[in-house]
């Protein structure tokens, strides 16, 4: 009896995992991470998804210095066209502290947007930072109100910029993964990525200089002519800072394969200064994220599963057809390798109302979970077809909500049902075995009373 009880134990624990504990250390644990990061704050995150991979403090309040500029590169794009003409004036020329970095800009000249913003990200020119600000804002508190609101559009909470160059100031100050999110951002800019990824470019003649300046990278992973030794062949982008109150800072993104990283380091060493420092955290952070991790990208197969999920044929055959506007986005996920998309946890979300995300009417978002960290995802999209819609046939307020509040309901609970009912045939199977026991054992007590009580007839048939 023992030994069909351990046995039924054992199938019911493979079968339904009822012992949490158990199955959970068969899973792949999130990797730590290098221990040897000499900077004070640090973060790699996944471009597409969002993923965390690594962090150290990345919530700490530190001073950005020159990463600052991937703010105001970003806005400048957002707010305005390439070819515009940036006349500089004599307070952003000559409102610079001693020594700051510069691209030789006079009073009254007059550079496009697009020679400016490589003056800002490539040269690292503090008062071409100056000029973009006040072409975009009117004055460059104005331009610092306006990085301060985008910042927390992106979803920073620890960022208050001051001004759009990053020369030191105390109420000037980000975080590592605020730096990380407006990186994020900028990257879907494709002319930010061409800028932050050139390795020369020459400012031609204007109106106040005679001859053309070469502007020369100074983020050693991207052009390596100083420092060969920490060029980066996967380095697709990425901005320098250094003050001697912030120290150096770093923000860097590589792409190996369809991963694509940012990685930001802040308060360390600059590579003057000798080992340990931003090069060396950074690349020692990138090689380690493209070893331990994996990315899935969430396709249209995808797509198709979740339209099924949502139940939108219920409403209308349409949704059904190859024209459906039903899509996801296009994101991704990221897991540590050797784990398979299957073991992350697949969630659904629906909005209340439809949302304006790039362009796109975004309806929900698909997020997966590992170990209870956010993998990634990707944004429901539905933009209705030009071909045949419903708007003749069914109330789309209506629709949305019926479809939302359907979909909203909890899933039935087949697996506690199947468990339920495994039980109960195990209780059977085990009330059958012993039933058919106790009927035995009852059988054999007669027979040995049966024996007993004919064996003491004979005997006392011969005492007579």
């Not at 994020?184 to 061409?194: E, I, S």
Request: hydrophobic residues 35%; positive net charge.
């Amino acid at each position: 009896m023992k030994k069909f009880v351990l046995v039924v134990l054992a199938c019911l624990v493979c079968v339904t995992g009822i012992f949490p504990n158990t199955a959970m250390a068969a899973n792949r644990p999130w990797p730590s991470g290098p221990s040897n990061v000499s900077a004070e704050g640090a973060i790699v995150m996944d471009l597409k998804s969002g993923t965390i991979l690594y962090e150290k403090n990345m919530d700490k309040q530190l001073y950005p210095a020159s990463i600052t500029k991937i703010m105001t590169t970003l806005l400048a794009l957002e707010n305005s066209s390439m070819s515009e003409v940036v006349t500089y004036s004599y307070d952003a020329v000559m409102g610079l502290e001693y020594g700051a970095s510069n691209a030789s800009i006079q009073p009254d000249e007059q550079l496009t947007m697009e020679q400016s913003l490589y003056c800002v990200m490539i040269q690292s020119a503090n008062e071409a930072c100056l000029g973009v600000a006040e072409h975009i804002s009117g004055t460059v508190k104005n331009f610092a109100k306006a990085m301060n609101e985008k910042a927390k559009s992106l979803g920073c909470t620890g960022t208050h910029f001051s001004n759009p160059n990053g020369l030191w100031r105390k109420n000037h100050y980000t975080t590592p993964h605020d730096m990380a999110l407006i990186m994020r951002a900028a990257m879907k800019n494709d002319d930010f990525r061409t800028i932050c990824n050139t390795k020369r470019y020459d400012v031609q003649k204007t109106n106040k200089t005679k001859t053309v300046r070469n502007l020369v990278n100074h983020h050693a992973m991207i052009f390596s002519l100083n420092y060969p030794k920490y060029g980066y062949n996967y380095c697709i982008g990425g901005k320098t800072g250094y003050t001697s109150k912030s120290g150096a800072t770093l923000v860097t993104c590589a792409k190996k394969g369809d991963m694509e990283l940012v990685c930001v380091v802040m308060n360390t060493k600059s590579a003057a200064q000798g080992e340990p420092n931003i090069y060396t955290d950074t690349i020692k952070l990138f090689n380690y994220c493209f070893e331990k991790y994996k990315q899935y990208n969430i396709d249209q197969t995808q797509a198709s599963q979740l339209s099924e999920e949502l139940l939108f044929t219920k409403f209308s055959p349409f949704f059904a057809s190859s024209l459906t506007g039903l899509r996801l986005d296009g994101g991704s996920v990221i897991l540590p390798r050797r784990v398979s998309l299957e073991k992350a946890e697949k969630k659904v979300e629906y909005y209340p109302e439809m949302q304006s995300i790039d362009g796109n009417n975004v309806i929900g978002r698909v997020s997966y979970l590992y170990e209870g960290k956010d993998a990634g995802g990707a944004n429901i999209v539905y933009n209705a077809p030009t071909s045949p819609t419903l708007n003749d046939s069914i109330d789309m307020n209506k629709w949305f909500e019926e479809a939302v509040e359907e979909a909203s309901k909890p899933a039935f609970p087949w697996k506690i049902i199947f468990l339920l009912l495994f039980l109960a045939a195990i209780a059977a199977a085990v009330t059958t075995v012993i039933i058919f026991r106790a009927k035995d054992y009852q059988q054999k007590t007669r027979g040995k009373r049966h024996y007993r009580k004919t064996n003491k007839r004979g005997k006392d048939f011969f005492l007579k």
